[in-house]
């Protein structure tokens, strides 16, 4: 067996989901890794959301066949996963030899090599992510659009096969996985639900997996191992290794068998107690299965009367005892596309993977939901959605990833910017009623943790500004009565933790709504915001006990948990002094002159008293209180310059200093 390895160009992973949906994780070696998807809302008092897996690599796995002009057939997975090797029954299908992965978030490019195969394959695999359009960007789905070049004089047959696990209710004791074709011109979709579901419970929802492009065939569903080797112990025909990927190899196609639930087993059957229509209608109902499908089809060649006899008809019930016996799991659905390229011609199949779990539960026991549930009411319509607006979505998508990939910015700069932007996908809740935040950090804190807010949320305003002002909106409500601003949300938007006594939120609170405002022009923002940023601001003015423009007293508590200050902090003031900066063009904006002429000489009044202060004719001190000073040199003692250069709002210390 060829070695296989990976490639990798850009990015180790990238999550494909909406914001606030949910996200499935593809990896480098081509296989879909951390199934966020539906138990995005379940607790774990440690973790944001409870990363119990209910989906496994394998559990959605694609796989190409190839039959060249000479009847040559190769089959190969699109992936890299020693376990998924079968040498002892499937020899012939193994993985590709290698995968040149290249990610520039949202869009994941995988080349598949291996020099046997008479084709060049590349597979798309990206989700709905548009600057200025949250709407479309919530959409709990993503697309993996496989295209297929000849490489050869001669035509090719080429058929990509996708197989995947209904996972809805898969914590639930008694639920019945149901799988339901749909079928319209060109497109099928196995719609992936559960009968038996508790309406309450966070699993309880449904998935679709669709296919279109090429002839499309497909199994709308099956047990666990019916797609790899299964071979039968009570047989009186030997250990014949049953699976529908025989014909799959063969003809390049799926049997279009229409099972929506497992076929039960039978109890006392006998086939010989029933008439001709009866067993006839028996066997077409267990040829619904794959295994018995395929085993039936393959003895045929050989003794076409045996299979019609009640001896193999009772053979056959037995065979579905043993797949529940053996602890068959139902629900496995494939799709397949086949193709045939005229030399050195290409075409495309394209898949879509789509969900709907409404059911978010708060550890408060509250169902907060998903915004999503007001855009839809299935994962059919959400499938149905991206199929029919692919085009326009795939352009817009590229459109952004593109702008960033061949922008003039240092490749370093521009895998930073991708890999960091996943994060909207991976760790944020967008509830039903409309409330947004970002988890601080990947199974720390709670949500929308102003100081973290204040650092990282320059992409949020930038690429959504409404989904950043629901943010500092919904903060603004927990503001508390004597200013002081909220830390983070916890457990969910319901309420905030202790968190007042850190000094920083109230500047980082002002400069925060300013660059909202400046950046978006929303007056009305502004106009919401103003009574709690001037609440916020008076509570810090009154921390100067000297009168020197500067907070001085209760300045103990701050972002870095544990390293309390005292006195005048550089940090402290250099955050004061940026809103003070900036409240100045606020109050101007809301012709509050009497506000403006009051911040502006504080403003100026306090710079003055910085560099007097702090500066110890090297650098800013980290702080002083009174006769003591701390000639500790930190990396955020000059914050506020840093937000106030980044909006471009000009300096407020000596720029002489700064550069020193």
């Known amino acids: 067996m060829p070695q296989i390895h990976q490639r990798i160009q850009h990015n180790s992973g990238i999550p494909l989901g909406g914001i606030g949906t949910g996200s499935v994780e593809i990896r480098p070696d081509g296989l879909f890794h951390e199934w966020h998807v539906f138990n995005v809302g379940q607790w774990n008092p ?25 009847g040559r057939v190769l089959a190969r997975y699109l992936a890299l996963r020693e376990q998924l090797h079968d040498l002892y029954c499937l020899a012939w299908l193994r993985s590709i030899s290698a995968i040149n992965y290249d990610g520039s978030f949202p869009v994941a490019v995988l080349d598949y090599e291996d020099a046997e195969l008479p084709v060049k394959i590349q597979a798309e695999l990206f989700s709905v992510f548009i600057p200025l359009d949250s709407r479309a960007s919530g959409t709990p789905g993503f697309y993996l659009r496989f295209s297929v070049r000849n490489l050869t004089d001669a035509p090719v047959e080429v058929s990509i096969l996708g197989v995947m696990k209904n996972p809805v209710g898969w914590d639930q004791e008694n639920r019945l996985t149901r799988n339901k074709l749909i079928e319209t011109s060109g497109t099928k979709i ?20 669709a296919c279109t492009g090429g002839e499309i065939t497909h199994i709308t569903g099956s ?67 794959p295994a018995l499908y395929d085993k039936y089809h393959r ?29 068959g799991e139902w629900g496995w659905g494939a799709l397949c596309s086949r193709i045939t390229l005229a030399p050195h011609a290409e075409n495309e199949a394209l898949f879509v993977v789509a969900w709907y779990f409404p059911n978010h539960i708060s550890p408060t026991g509250a169902n907060i939901g998903h915004m999503y549930e007001h855009w839809f009411n299935s ?57 947004f935040g970002v988890w601080e950090g990947y199974g720390c804190c709670g949500f929308h943790t102003t100081d973290i807010t204040y650092q990282g949320s320059f ?22 009565e004597d200013g002081r601003v ?38 009305e923002y502004l106009q919401g915001l103003w009574p709690h940023i001037i609440r916020a601001m008076e509570n810090i003015a009154n921390l100067d006990s000297d009168g020197d423009g500067l907070p001085d007293t209760d300045t103990r508590r701050n972002t870095y948990d544990c390293w309390d200050f005292t006195g005048c902090p550089s940090y402290i003031a250099s955050l004061w002094l940026g809103a003070l900066k900036v409240a100045v063009r606020l109050a101007q904006e809301m012709n509050d002159s009497g506000r403006a002429q009051l911040w502006k000489s504080l403003y100026e009044k306090g710079v003055a008293a910085f560099e007097e202060k702090l500066w110890n004719g090297e650098y800013y001190v980290l702080w002083r209180d009174r006769g003591e000073v701390d000639e500790c040199c930190m990396s955020d003692q000059m914050s506020g310059e840093w937000f106030a250069s980044t909006c471009g709002w000009g300096p407020i210390l000596r720029p002489a200093r700064i550069r020193k």
Not at 190 to 209: C, K, Q, V, W
Not at 252 to 266: D, H, I, Q, R, S
Not at 385 to 400: C, H, I, K, Q, S
């Open 46 to 70: 440690n973790l944001p959301c409870d990363f119990a897996e209910p989906m496994h690599p394998e559990d959605l796995v694609f796989m190409v066949r190839t039959k060249d002009s000479s």
């Open 190 to 209: 196995i719609y992936m639900g559960a009968d038996n579901l508790e309406p309450g419970r966070f699993s309880t929802g449904d998935m679709a997996f």
């Open 223 to 289: 047990f666990r191992l019916e797609h790899r080797a299964l071979a039968f112990h009570r047989s009186r025909y030997g250990l014949k290794v049953t699976t529908f990927m025989h014909q799959f190899h063969d003809d390049g196609v799926l049997p279009n068998l229409n099972a929506e639930t497992a076929p039960l087993p039978k109890a006392d059957f006998d086939a010989s107690k029933l008439t001709a229509s009866e067993r006839e209608r028996m066997l077409g109902e267990l040829l619904q299965c």
């Open 299 to 327: 003895i045929a060649l050989i003794d076409p009367e045996l299979v019609e006899s009640p001896e193999f008809l009772n053979e056959l019930v037995d065979n579905l005892a043993e797949m529940h016996e053996r602890g």
């Open 379 to 435: 994962s059919l319509e959400v499938a149905q959605f991206l199929l029919g607006n692919y085009g326009e979505l795939r352009d817009a998508v590229f459109t952004f990833a593109d702008s960033i990939r061949y922008s003039s910015l240092p490749d370093e700069a521009k895998d930073a910017v991708t890999s960091q932007l996943t994060t909207l996908v991976k760790c944020t809740w967008w509830t039903r009623d409309g409330n």
């Open 459 to 480: 992409p949020i305003i930038s690429l959504f500004s409404d989904l950043q002002k629901a943010q500092m909106i919904h903060g603004a409500k927990f503001q508390r």
């Open 486 to 523: 909220h830390h983070f949300f916890t457990p969910d938007f319901s309420s905030v933790d202790d968190g007042f006594d850190r000094v920083d939120m109230n500047p980082q609170f002002v400069m925060l709504a300013a660059r909202d405002y400046l950046w978006t022009g929303d007056k």
